[in-house]
């Protein structure tokens, strides 16, 4: 006889308190698992990863999920790898045994372009972050059989690499839309360093585009020059976090700023050949913003899946009508996109980089 499980040991997150914005811990307890229909199933994390979009949980900004979602605790987790345990009856993506990858979409529109996000903000749905769970079966699909690469790997896949995966694709097709049709020329790919940069710059080099990256540190450097992506050092220019009233106030922060941001847009010179930057990924927000804007080239496409530093940005219509700049904001990844994007990862070898030892962590660390 199968003992049905109703509980799960999970690391939970709890409700702040209204009016503080205290940061929140992760706390190890009991879990109530969700009901178990005939298109959910039961899975097993193998492995997580560690996203930004659960780092803004902690620090509760710029929203307190909980709050947001309007219960008093919930569990985190959107990216990773699951063995199937138990499946509905009625399910039809994956069968029991299969190791699956999470597909993140809490709630779609009519088109299937995500609203919100499976294991953040969308109630009602419990995250990865538990010895066991239950999922939709739209939340989750197989990894490809016989993979040639390793579940490490494959568990960074279904936020950072889908979300490029969406996001390329609108930024490149409308690149190629403002030339003659089969003429366009490659555009240079760009991008404050992060996960999703990493992705897209990477997938831009598959689809035979230069691409180069901002970033700090020996390891990070390294990595992208083992990518083949051409570093752009941080370190160059500290002083590039623009304030606009300090900006206006403190000449001596003007004149730091003004060397920093001199000293980036020569890197991103050299980087592009002198041609600037066609596709500029920019998660960062608020204090990049005018220089990143500063190293588009004409018809230079500014594109974004976040907003680290700053939901609100203004910019100079005049300037970017008459350079014809285009702003492209995309928020996750259909589901129809996300399985395309498995099977080219596949194909192609387009996935993260295998983490290092000190990285992967045991479940009660």
Request: proline share 5%; glycine share 8%; with cysteine.
């Amino acid at each position: 006889m199968t003992t049905i499980m109703t509980t799960t040991e999970a690391w939970v997150l709890r409700r702040g308190e209204r009016g503080t914005a205290e940061p929140g811990t992760l706390e190890k307890g009991e879990y109530p698992l969700p009901p178990m229909t005939e298109h959910h199933v039961l899975a097993e994390p193998i492995y997580g990863t560690w996203e930004a979009n659960m780092t803004h949980c902690l620090e509760r900004l710029p929203i307190d999920v909980c709050r947001i979602r309007r219960e008093q605790e919930a569990v985190l987790g959107n990216a990773g790898v699951v063995r199937i345990v138990r499946a509905g009856s009625a399910v039809t993506t994956c069968r029991e045994g299969d190791l699956c990858l999470l597909v993140p979409i809490g709630s779609e529109d009519e088109y299937g372009h995500m609203i919100k996000v499976f294991g953040y903000d969308a109630p009602n749905m419990m995250g990865l972050l538990a010895k066991q769970a239950v999922f939709h079966e739209l939340n989750v699909t197989p990894i490809p059989a016989n993979t040639r690469y390793s579940y490490r790997r494959w568990a960074g896949f279904p936020v950072r690499y889908a979300t490029a995966w969406e996001c390329w694709k609108l930024s490149y097709n409308v690149w190629r839309a403002q030339f003659d049709l089969g003429e366009h020329p490659a555009p240079r790919v760009s991008g404050w360093g992060g996960a999703v940069s990493l992705a897209f710059a990477q997938l831009a080099q598959l689809y035979g585009c230069p691409a180069s990256l901002v970033a700090s540190g020996d390891y990070r450097l390294g990595l992208l020059r083992q990518l083949g992506i051409a570093p752009i050092d941080r370190g160059e220019f500290p002083d590039l976090a623009f304030d606009e009233q300090r900006f206006e106030d403190d000449r001596h922060y003007r004149s730091r700023y003004l060397q920093s941001e001199k000293a980036f847009l020569e890197a991103v010179e050299r980087a592009t050949d002198g041609h600037f930057v066609s596709i500029f990924m920019d998660n960062i927000g608020t204090p990049v913003f005018r220089a990143t804007l500063r190293a588009l080239g004409r018809l230079g496409i500014v594109t974004t899946t976040g907003w680290k530093h700053g939901k609100k940005l203004a910019y100079d219509r005049t300037a970017a009508v008459v350079n014809r700049h285009i702003f492209v904001h995309v928020h996750g990844c259909r589901r129809s996109e996300g399985l395309r994007s498995v099977k080219y990862a596949e194909a192609h070898g387009w996935l993260p980089p295998e983490p290092l030892a000190d990285e992967v962590y045991r479940w009660e660390d």
